[in-house]
């Protein structure tokens, strides 16, 4: 019987071990690692390499920049930021939120434009716009703070608006979460301006006016007027949706002390806006805040103004801080380019009030301070002044043309940027009390010797005093607190490893309460 059987095939040499597959066997075959070798690989080193050119481009720029700054500002781009968790006590959107009470919370905060940001104290030219890297990443470091304290109310000054790049980051990464924003640029293409940025959740914008000095100065300032999104809940029965008007501005810096009257002018003139505003909008029993780098500080003459006027600033209302000298310099918030350290930036609160000094006066109080001012820095006394006011007049008086000539000689008139001819005929009918023409000894020592704070700070009060007194209920703000941040300012040191800024941050946070306001005036 035939069967088939198969025969292996001759073996002609020893048996051999069984080898490993080799990497050429896997490029014979349809298997995975072909799939990963061709494909995949190729793309994830393509991916490194872009990275490494990318890093490569940056640090030439750091190589390049190094020659203008020394290595701890190369490596602290904010470094006293980036070593530190935020702080919870500045978290004011948090804090809102968990302190069992309504609240809002507003931030003030100079940016410094990178165009006004020197790198090299030796060469003034080298500024920080020139380098992309730098202003990029102080200002990525500057959004990420803002995004975390999440205030209501945001006020930037120095605000970059010559920049697209720059102006594009902040509107999409406040606008993505939920800030409405609004920009103004400086006169006269300065290249930096103000935003303003309102928490959607917290406040609806009912109107916004744009307020132009037309000053050498080329300031400008925002009135935005909002309304709380949610009713403020001021007791178990009542809940109110409050109006509020908030203004944003960064007055002139006083290169000379004879600046100091374009920066009370400048103050002067938003004030006459707000009446104006309130007047023919029929607008009444509402609080304002404002924002803002005003570029002096509590021994000025703008505080003073402003003090007149009933506003308090919120950060020394927070920290029981008096107007004394002893108070002065108990905080500071500006190093400025001459290295001087003050306290300039503030969050201005009045509630309101009916009882209020008139404008014009608290303007002419401010402005004779100035003279004074000026005129004790040349060394006059009471008696010397008013014989220099005096001139060569024959009597024992002052008269018109003699006081004008003399606000000329302390560069207080006859300047684009000095007192105008009706502000001084203002300050002249002021002056002349009793109206004869002239200005004698008894009515020069009455505005020599005048007090700054004649005004009434408190005109309203809580809901539950003042009983039997004729009043009308409105809905005002208590300061809860006011930080500044980094924490070193607020014993009025400046920390030299803070670079995000040469202003620190101010916010503060503010709860409703029922006033009640006396119908008495002045």
């Known amino acids: 019987m035939n069967q088939d059987i198969t025969v292996p095939p001759p073996s002609n040499s020893v048996h051999k071990p069984k080898l490993r597959p080799t990497l050429n066997s896997y490029f014979n075959k349809p298997t995975l690692f072909k799939a990963f070798f061709f494909c995949f690989l190729p793309f994830l080193i393509s991916l490194f390499l872009i990275a490494y050119l990318n890093q490569s481009g940056k640090n030439s720029e750091m190589v390049l920049l190094a020659g203008f700054c020394n290595d701890s500002d190369i490596a602290n781009v904010g470094s006293s930021e980036s070593k530190s968790v935020p702080f919870q006590e500045t978290r004011t959107g948090h804090a809102c939120s ?31 716009s020139d380098f992309r890297a730098f202003w990029l990443a102080r200002n990525k470091k500057i959004v990420n703070w803002l995004l975390y304290e999440r205030s209501s109310i945001i006020c930037l000054q120095e605000f970059w608006v010559g920049n697209e790049e720059l102006v594009h980051m902040y509107e999409e990464s406040l606008g993505a979460a939920g800030y409405d924003t609004f920009k103004l640029a400086r006169t006269n293409n300065r290249g930096d301006g103000l ?60 290169h000379d002390s004879s600046l100091s009257i374009v920066r009370l002018h400048q103050v002067y003139q938003i004030l ?32 003073k103004f402003l003090r007149s006027q009933g506003f308090v600033s919120s950060y020394d209302i927070a920290h029981e801080y008096t107007d004394s000298d002893a108070d002065a310099h108990k905080w500071v918030s500006h190093r400025n380019h001459r290295g001087n350290i003050c306290g300039v930036d503030f969050i201005w609160l009045r509630n309101p009030h009916k009882s209020q000094k008139m404008l014009k006066i608290s303007w002419a109080e401010a402005a004779f301070g100035i003279i004074k001012y000026q005129l004790k820095k040349v060394s006059l006394a009471e008696n010397d002044a008013f014989a220099f006011l005096r001139a060569d007049s024959s009597g024992n008086h002052i008269t018109y043309s003699a006081i004008c000539n003399a606000l000329r000689q302390v560069n207080l008139t006859g300047l684009s940027h000095g007192l105008s001819f009706q502000e ?22 009455r505005i020599w010797d005048a007090t700054w704070l004649q005004h009434m700070d408190e005109d309203c009060s809580l809901e539950d005093s ?57």
Request: aromatic letters at 10%; proline letters at 4%; hydrophobic letters at 35%.
């Open 98 to 128: 968990t302190m069992g009470e309504p609240c809002i919370s507003c931030t003030t905060f100079n940016i410094l434009a990178p165009i006004y940001k020197r790198l090299d104290q030796q060469n003034q030219s080298v500024r920080e």
């Open 195 to 254: 935003l303003t940025a309102i928490h959607k959740e917290y406040f609806k914008v009912l109107n916004r006016r744009e307020l132009f000095f037309n000053d050498f100065g080329d300031r400008v300032a925002q009135l935005l007027h909002v309304q709380s999104v949610a009713p403020f809940s001021i007791n178990q029965n009542e809940s109110v949706q409050q109006e509020i008007i908030i203004v944003n501005t960064h007055l002139l810096f006083p």
């Open 272 to 303: 006459q806006y707000l009446e104006t505003y309130q007047r023919e909008n029929k607008l009444s029993q509402m609080p304002v805040i404002l924002c803002g780098d005003w570029n002096g500080s509590k021994r000025g003459h703008v505080y």
């Open 424 to 445: 001084t005929k203002d300050l002249w009918v002021q002056a002349d009390a009793d109206g004869n023409g002239v200005v004698d000894y008894e009515e020069f020592k």
């Open 466 to 522: 003042n009983e039997g007194i004729a009043e009308d209920e409105a809905i005002g703000f208590a300061v809860k607190k006011a930080v500044l941040f980094p924490h070193e300012v607020e014993k009025g040191i400046w920390p030299e490893n803070y670079s995000l800024s040469d202003h620190a941050r101010l916010t503060a946070v503010f709860s409703p309460v029922r006033l009640r306001c006396s119908k008495q005036s002045l």
